[in-house]
């Protein structure tokens, strides 16, 4: 993988722990098989993860009523942004895949790293309402999560005491990810790291260094092209002959787009072609 740059971004207090055991397997192997590696280690750079006025230097546009998204916008145009958003805007600019290592809090990631996506993909930088989600910013781009959980994966089911992880993964890989462009990858994730085995933890570190060795090759979750819903003036609605175009088929289109339809078994964990459709 000459010339390619992976962006690993981690959100765990302690050097012990197993997420920072995925991340430093990443970073190995990575590395051995070409890559250059980049990384931000969000709690050991006491990233700062809120939103305020004081991310831009200069004047706002209304000072009387800071609206963050148009403020920080201008200021990304600008070149006004504070120096560890623009940083980090910088390594997302090299990046040709990102990996989100994290643990699952309270269904969603650490604060630090909500507050990563918030300051870091500014308006205009990583989204907006001209080239949306496929045509997004990052559409050259790959992205995944892999995150650890305390809960165990039968707990994650349609029938599970949390729910389908289908559905908790929708807000993330769809909302944030997908959003900006990002080809979003099948998620890592390593159920319950606390009280399964020494053994299976030492498995389930080997397995992601093996998928490593070739993720570049892998091929994306699929989420409906932009070219699929109306523009602006159309409310981003599906269009209407696109919806009879899917009209007959057994399962939703998406999590999200479901059009009242069972959800497609697995479309947030695993890639296209390798689930039923
Ligand atoms: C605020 C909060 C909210 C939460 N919300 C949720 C939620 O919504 N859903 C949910 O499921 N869980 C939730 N959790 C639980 C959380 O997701 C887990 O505690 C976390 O995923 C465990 O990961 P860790 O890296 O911290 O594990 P650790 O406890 O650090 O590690 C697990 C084990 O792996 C061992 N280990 C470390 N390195 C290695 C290595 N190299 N090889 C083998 N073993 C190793 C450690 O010694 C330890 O025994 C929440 C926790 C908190 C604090």
Redesign the pocket.
Known sequence: MAGKTALIVLA???R???????K??AVTVLKKEGWNVIESDLYAMQFNPVTSRDDITGNPKDPNHFKYGSETAKAWKEGRLTKDIVEEQKKIEMADLIIFQ???????T?AIMKGWFERVLCLDFAYNYKTLCSEGPFKNKKALLS??????QS??TPSGI?GDINVILWPLQNGVLNSCGFKVLAPQI???????S?EV??E??KSWEKRLETIWDEKPIKYLPVKDFEDFSGGFSLKKEVEESLSASKYAPTVGQNLGKPLPPDSQVKAEGSRLS
């Not at 012990?16 to 995925?22: E, G, H, L, R, V």
């Not at 995150?147 to 165990?152: E, I, K, R």
């Not at 390593?190 to 399964?196: K, L």
């Open positions: 765990h207090q302690e012990t722990s197993f997420n920072y055991a995925m430093e397997a994290f643990p699952l809090y309270w269904f969603g650490p995150f650890t959980t305390g809960s165990l707990m994650f949390d390593s159920y319950s790291v606390a009280h399964v020494q933890r030492v389930t570190l």
